[in-house]
């Protein structure tokens, strides 16, 4: 049974950190893409960033807004992805959920995790 269990998130002020981790177990990990998503509410679910698998070319695409702020990072041994989160601001205040990139159709890609809370506030 696929899982996904996000934690880390917090209060913070603006201008400060927080780091993501969300554990994942019920398929091979290190053979799928994996994808942070977050989405505020009333507001469409949006991509945060999106890492390749392991095997794959290591690439990492951020949304535009979190550039140069955000790190996606994997840790295959652990089945856990990260997300190391710097420089925060306000409208980065929202649930933060992670999800593996399975092929469509796939059942697998229904299933979320309850996700970890963010709130950037001074």
């Known amino acids: 049974q696929v899982q996904f269990v996000e934690s880390g998130g917090g209060l913070v002020q603006p201008g400060g950190s927080l780091r993501l981790s969300c554990v994942t177990s019920?398929?091979?990990?290190?053979?799928?893409?994996m994808t942070w998503y977050r989405q505020a509410p009333g507001k469409e679910r949006e991509i945060v960033a999106t890492?390749?698998?392991?095997?794959?070319?290591?690439?990492?695409v951020y949304r535009e807004s979190v550039k140069g702020r955000f790190i996606m990072s994997r840790d295959d041994a652990k089945n856990t992805v990260y997300l190391q989160m710097n420089a925060l601001k306000p409208e980065d205040t929202t649930v933060y959920y992670c999800?593996?990139?399975?092929?469509?159709?796939?059942?697998?890609?229904?299933?979320w995790g309850k996700g970890t809370q963010v709130t950037v506030s001074p």
């Open positions: 999800k593996g990139v399975f092929p469509q159709h796939d059942r697998r890609g229904h299933v």
């Open positions: 890492m390749s698998r392991t095997g794959g070319n290591g690439n990492v």
């Open positions: 019920g398929f091979t990990f290190s053979n799928y893409a």
